[in-house]
């Protein structure tokens, strides 16, 4: 098993910056790399960027490309979000997830969620 405790969220000022972390414990080196979804009210759960473990591959959405990046310690087994030049469209609790190296169909290990709101 695989736990994932996500911090940093809070309510910040459209154009201000956040950064989100999402430390791993247990089971970490089962997984393959790391991501963040959001889901703001009424809407579906939407990916956001992820990253690999090992030689740090990325993903983003187009709606984040060139204001959030994604990054990783595998020290600390922390992936963080730094996210800028926020939107109020990026208001939502962000999930923090990874994926199995046996099962790469999907994300199967999630964390809480930590709300982000951005003021207009």
């Known amino acids: 098993q695989v736990q994932l405790v996500e911090s940093g969220g809070g309510l910040v000022q459209a154009g201000g910056s956040l950064r989100l972390s999402c430390a791993a414990s247990g089971r970490t080196s089962s997984t393959y790399d790391m991501a963040w979804f959001r889901q703001a009210p009424g809407k579906e759960r939407e990916f956001v960027a992820r990253i690999t473990w090992s030689v740090g591959d990325t993903t983003y959405a187009d709606s984040v490309k060139g204001r959030f990046t994604i990054s990783r310690d595998n020290a600390k087994e922390t992936v963080y979000l730094q996210m800028n030049s926020l939107k109020p469209e990026d208001t939502a609790v962000y999930y923090c997830?990874?994926?199995?190296?046996?099962?790469?169909?999907?994300?199967?290990?999630w964390g809480q969620g930590t709300q982000v709101t951005v003021s207009s």
């Open positions: 997830a990874a994926r199995s190296l046996f099962n790469l169909a999907r994300y199967n290990y």
